[in-house]
Every structure is written in C-alpha cells, then in structure tokens.
C-alpha cells in the first residue's frame, strides 16, 4: 500500500487508540508504544510519533499525567491516564469512526 495512505489511516486513528488503551489503565510512553505495538496487527507506531499526539492530548484536556518514582530507586515515569472528558470525546470519535468506516466498506463491496 502507498506509504503516504498509510500514514493518513494511522493518523486518523491513532488519538482515539490511545485514548481507548489508556481508559483501561495509566501507562507510561513507552509501556503504551509497546501495547499498541502489540496490539495493532496492521501498524506499529514509534515513539517519535507518540509523544506528539500525547502532548496535544494532554493540551487538549483529554488526558493528564503524573510522575510515579520506582521503589528500586529507578528512573522516574510519566504516566499518562484519560480523563472524563477524554472518555467522552473517545466515545464520539469511535462512534464517529464506525460510521464512516461502514460507509467505505458499503461504498467498496458494491
């Protein structure tokens, strides 16, 4: 598939996967990288990508963060959780999503 098409389905759906992925639990960027990673069969994402859309999120108010230091006196994380109006606006988005994703799958198979 053309590269660029690629990049434009990722984009469009990347916000609301990781907002889905973190209503589930808190996770720090490279635990979630991982996670969808694992997750997601026809992409990987890396954490170049990640950060970007994290940043826009949190400015957004649809998630937040806090700081959580290991008891092995390792390296403090950022973890990263949605909040209820993430939740809300990932709720619209995917329902949103399904309806054109219906749509295209009509418009193809006819």
Do not use: C
């Amino acid at each position: 598939m053309n590269d660029n098409i690629t990049r434009q389905f990722k984009k469009g759906i990347l916000e609301i996967v990781i907002l889905k992925l973190l209503s589930k639990k808190e996770m720090y960027g490279y635990e979630l990288v991982s996670e969808l990673n694992t997750q997601a069969r026809s992409f990987s994402i890396k954490e170049g990508t990640l950060y970007p859309i994290l940043y826009r999120l949190e400015d957004e108010a649809l998630m937040e963060t806090h700081w959580k230091h290991p008891a092995n006196r390792g390296q403090p994380k950022k973890y990263y959780s949605v909040t209820g109006k993430g939740k809300k606006v990932m709720t619209e988005a995917y329902a949103q999503w399904k309806a054109i994703t219906e749509d295209i799958i009509r418009i193809m198979e006819d």
